[in-house]
């Protein structure tokens, strides 16, 4: 029996990989620009839809949605990184531009567009929200947001109670259509060296805000997973408590090793763990990338994946070579 894209990837998600044909064959982040670029000047197609695009590189069909969380005319800070507000008048003064109804009319379009082909098992689906530390980031801006767990937290609390109240709507309309196979919180809250903030304060604010959201998430069968890059390692048990299933995108050059964390958290969810730094060295280097990898590919609940987007130091040429060895690998995993 042919195993459907949508049935080998929840099959992967729950560490079911008996009768697979292989594990899934995906590129969880889009391509950057340059990527594309590049790739198109070596012979790639310009003109290509999203599913050509996978159809003719290799990989199995995928599509995410990430919602609108502010207006299009929401005010911006024109500092790189800077914050649209300080304190609890700025919020009231910019909360009429955030949480827009905008967000449901894009939710309608990407799932009507698309139900019919996940319904097929030929496209996986998920979604993402901005957590409760990547959007008050966009209000605080980087360095403010840093303070306002100190300086104003219950403007903070206040910010997340209106975000998961904003979100729990959004999964009413999401599953009144179909259930996705996972979806993310995008996060963004460690770096090279761990976490930007303390398991204190995460416990402090944003455990409540997920636990709000996770159990409805999970009572759907939809997987939650936190996306953040960075080493996320010391994390991880902060996250199972919380409710959050997995991590993405597991960054080898942070230190993030996927074996070990398999060890440490056998049924915790990852995608991601390629070390795209060795994509431009050819077949001998991304084989023994994928060597590395294979335990915990064998091991369940893993997609293996590049660990954030595909640099444009690699070729279309290497790109095809990493897709035929993620596929041998792929299918020697369920073996």
Not at 4 to 15: S, Y
Not at 72 to 81: A, M
Not at 178 to 185: I, N, Q
Request: proline letters at 6%.
């Amino acid at each position: 029996m042919t195993v459907t894209n949508v049935e080998r990837l929840k099959r992967t998600l729950k560490g079911e990989l008996n009768g697979l044909d292989r594990l899934p064959a995906i590129e969880w982040a889009s391509w950057w620009n340059l990527t594309l670029d590049r790739w198109q000047g070596e012979g790639l197609e310009r003109k290509l839809s999203e599913n050509e695009r996978f159809d003719t590189l290799g990989l199995d069909r995928f599509a995410q949605c990430w919602f609108k969380h502010k207006a299009p005319d929401c005010p911006v800070n024109p500092k790189q990184g800077g914050g649209i507000i300080s304190d609890r008048d700025d919020y009231e003064r910019i909360k009429p531009y955030l949480y827009p109804s905008l967000a449901f009319e894009q939710l309608d379009r990407f799932f009507e567009s698309r139900l019919k082909a996940h319904e097929e098992g030929d496209t996986i689906l998920w979604f993402t929200f901005e957590g409760g530390f990547w959007f008050p980031r966009t209000l605080f801006g980087i360095e403010g947001h840093l303070y306002s767990f100190y300086d104003e937290p219950e403007l903070y609390h206040r910010i997340l109670d209106d975000l998961s109240d904003f979100q729990l709507r959004l999964l009413d309309r999401i599953y009144s259509y179909c259930v996705p196979e996972f979806m993310t919180f995008a996060e963004d809250m460690s770096y090279n060296k761990g976490p930007m903030l303390s398991g204190a304060m995460f416990d402090e604010f944003l455990k409540p805000y997920y636990q709000k959201l996770t159990p409805y998430i999970r009572s759907k069968s939809t997987r939650v997973i936190v996306d953040s890059d960075g080493d996320i390692s010391e994390m991880v048990p902060w996250l199972i408590g919380a409710g959050i299933e997995g991590a993405l995108p597991l960054e080898y050059q942070a230190g993030v090793d996927v074996n070990r964390l398999r060890k440490d958290y056998p049924d915790f969810i990852m995608i991601g763990g390629f070390n795209k730094r060795i994509m431009k060295d050819g077949e001998e280097a991304m084989r023994k990338e994928f060597e590395r990898l294979l335990p915990a590919m064998r091991s369940g609940k893993f997609v293996p994946s590049v660990d954030h987007q595909t640099p444009p130091d690699v070729s279309l040429e290497n790109y095809r070579i990493y897709v035929k060895l993620l596929k041998e690998y792929a299918a020697s995993a369920v073996k």
